[in-house]
């Protein structure tokens, strides 16, 4: 049986409906932050999609020098407090540094250890000392069952609130690809698991000083992984992805998110239904 994680008003695990994650990879004005929210929140409310809004104050794991990280930590967080209490909403938000951890506690409901942080001890544990439930993304270089490493040090603060997400695993040089077993795999370990749909289709430093990808392919991965029984999907969405200033080319263009939402819901009730816990 996956535990049931309470996020602000959310449940997320056990056999309840989908959640979805969703935002903007970074903040780049708090005009752009609004109206990602303002047109999720209407797209959520209308197909009854739980939703916790997702993004980043800072981006400290690029490739390159030159390229954008977000607005930083005080004026991120303003904008983010600003707006969660406008809107209403659960937020999750990225850790980097162990210095930002109480920071981000009093703001987020959920905080997130990124992926290529997954086997920093000392950060996962500064996170999970909160008490705050943890989201872990999977790191592109790790197996699945490797996550049980991750959980028991989460575990041995007395946490039990935690995600997990997968996101793609290393395919060569600059690429990603997608074993779907390793949702079922991650899922048996008993917490609920998270497909980051957006992330996966990454090409990582493939435009040289900035990331590449493949958006196009979002839908379909999406599909199969909420096929497989997944708890929740995390999808980076913008208003005009090709004008971000942070991971453009996996983004999903704002408008066509509630088409997809439409055909996700479907499938996650059949595999609900048919496949009780």
């Given at each position: 049986?996956?535990?049931?994680?309470?996020?602000?008003?959310?449940?997320?695990?056990?056999?309840?409906?989908?959640?979805?994650?969703?935002?903007?990879?970074?903040?780049?004005?708090?005009?752009?932050?609004?109206?990602?929210?303002?047109?999720?929140?209407?797209?959520?409310?209308?197909?009854?999609?739980?939703?916790?809004?997702?993004?980043?104050?800072?981006?400290?794991?690029?490739?390159?020098?030159?390229?954008?990280?977000?607005?930083?930590?005080?004026?991120?967080?303003?904008?983010?407090?600003?707006?969660?209490?406008?809107?209403?909403?659960?937020?999750?938000?990225?850790?980097?540094?162990?210095?930002?951890?109480?920071?981000?506690?009093k703001v987020a409901d959920i905080l997130q250890v990124p992926a290529f942080l997954c086997?920093?001890?000392d950060l996962i544990i500064s996170i999970a000392k909160t008490g705050k439930p943890i989201?872990?993304?999977?790191?592109?270089?790790?197996?699945?069952?490797?996550?049980?490493?991750?959980?028991?040090?989460?575990?041995?603060?007395?946490?039990?609130?935690?995600?997990?997400?997968?996101?793609?695993?290393?395919?060569?040089?600059?690429?990603?690809?997608?074993?779907?077993?390793?949702?079922?795999?991650?899922?048996?370990?008993?917490?609920?698991?998270?497909?980051?749909?957006?992330?996966?289709?990454?090409?990582?430093?493939?435009?040289?000083?900035?990331t590449a990808g493949e958006r196009e392919y979002v839908p379909f991965l999406a599909q199969?992984?909420?096929?497989?029984?997944?708890?929740?999907?995390?999808?980076?969405?913008?208003?005009?992805?090709?004008?971000?200033?942070?991971?453009?080319?996996?983004?999903?263009?704002?408008?066509?998110?509630?088409?997809?939402?439409?055909?996700?819901?479907?499938?996650?009730?059949?595999?609900?239904?048919?496949?009780?816990?």
């Amino acid at each position: 049986m996956v535990k049931i994680v309470k996020i602000g008003h959310i449940e997320i695990g056990g056999n309840r409906p989908l959640v979805l994650i969703a935002g903007p990879c970074v903040i780049e004005s708090e005009d752009q932050v609004r109206k990602t929210i303002e047109g999720l929140k209407e797209i959520t409310g209308e197909i009854n999609i739980p939703f916790i809004f997702k993004s980043s104050y800072d981006k400290a794991n690029r490739t390159s020098i030159k390229s954008y990280r977000g607005l930083g930590l005080d004026k991120g967080l303003e904008i983010l407090e600003k707006v969660k209490r406008e809107f209403d909403i659960p937020l999750l938000v990225d850790v980097h540094q162990i210095e930002e951890v109480k920071l981000v506690s009093k703001v987020a409901d959920i905080l997130q250890v990124p992926a290529f942080l997954c086997r920093q001890t000392d950060l996962i544990i500064s996170i999970a000392k909160t008490g705050k439930p943890i989201n872990v993304k999977k790191g592109q270089f790790l197996a699945p069952w490797d996550m049980q490493n991750v959980i028991e040090k989460i575990e041995s603060t007395g946490n039990k609130n935690i995600l997990l997400t997968e996101r793609g695993s290393c395919f060569g040089y600059n690429n990603l690809v997608v074993d779907m077993k390793s949702l079922p795999i991650i899922r048996s370990f008993g917490y609920p698991v998270v497909f980051d749909a957006t992330h996966s289709v990454q090409k990582p430093g493939g435009k040289g000083t900035t990331t590449a990808g493949e958006r196009e392919y979002v839908p379909f991965l999406a599909q199969a992984a909420v096929a497989t029984g997944i708890d929740g999907l995390f999808l980076e969405v913008h208003p005009q992805p090709e004008k971000a200033l942070s991971d453009g080319p996996n983004m999903i263009r704002l408008s066509r998110v509630k088409e997809l939402l439409e055909r996700l819901i479907k499938i996650d009730k059949v595999v609900k239904t048919t496949c009780k816990e």
